[in-house]
């Protein structure tokens, strides 16, 4: 069965427990895992949004597509790799906005929504070196741009940037979002469900309810 399909079917199939708030709970962080794990799974690839403030002072909202590279599921967070210089992580650096992020994760086939928000963090140099060290070298290309992501080119040709690749690590950042509300929606023909997760401490139980689709 399609990873996707496998994925919603699971989903149904918790729902028929004794106890299916807290199945779909734990169900919920293990497929996480599995997507920052496992390029073909439906939440390898999460959409995250932030607020921006732009030069006119005005706060706009902005989404982009990242990769799900790591879950704790004991300290309930979730990271992604980016370049430093990008304008999403000026966004978490600025002082007057609170470092807040929505993670989103849907595919078509799955017709299972997961909203995650979080507060964000980014990771210190020593930290980030340990990933730094085990992601392959290819990847390296991805932060060695001479020019910050976003700076306007004459052209489109991919291979146009200048590269510096004796910078691409001060570019490498580790972004760690501590996950502090789950709403999930799942669309059937056996009916709509939607359920929150909240998390006020990690040393207390999340509270877990149903809510209206
Ligand atoms: C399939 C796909 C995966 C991507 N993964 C990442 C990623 O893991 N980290 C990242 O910073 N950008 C990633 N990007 C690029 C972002 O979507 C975005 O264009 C870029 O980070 C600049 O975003 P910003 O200007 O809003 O900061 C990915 C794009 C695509 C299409």
Redesign the pocket.
């Known amino acids: 069965m399609p990873e996707e399909l496998r994925l919603q079917a699971d989903f149904l199939q918790l729902l028929e427990r004794d106890n299916p708030l807290c199945e779909i709970s734990e169900w919920v962080w293990s497929e996480l895992q599995r997507g920052s794990r496992d390029r073909n799974h439906p939440w390898n ?1 999460g ?1 995250i949004s ?1 607020v ?1 403030r732009q030069n006119s002072g005005e706060l706009l909202p ?8 790591g879950v704790d599921t004991r300290s309930r967070t979730l990271d ?4 430093g210089r ?6 978490l650096l600025d002082p007057n906005v609170t470092p807040r992020v929505c993670w989103l994760f849907y595919r078509h086939e799955t017709r299972v929504q997961v909203r995650v928000d979080g507060r964000c963090e980014i990771l210190a140099r020593d930290q980030a070196e340990e990933y730094w060290k085990s992601t392959p070298s290819d990847s390296h290309k ?1 932060y060695a741009t001479k020019d910050p ?2 700076t306007r080119m004459e052209n489109q040709l991919p291979n146009d940037p200048e590269y510096d690749f004796d910078r691409a690590q001060d570019h490498f950042f580790v972004v760690r979002t501590r996950v502090e509300n789950i709403d999930l929606v799942s669309l059937s023909s056996k009916g709509n469900r939607r359920l929150t997760i909240e998390y006020e401490d990690l040393s207390l139980p999340a509270r877990l309810s149903w809510r209206t689709p």
Do not use: H, I, N
Not at 80 to 83: N, S, V
Not at 86 to 91: D, I, R, Y
């Open positions: 690839l959409c932030t921006e902005r989404s982009r597509t990242v990769v799900l590279r992604f790799y980016t370049d990008s304008a999403k992580v000026c966004s991805l992501p976003g």
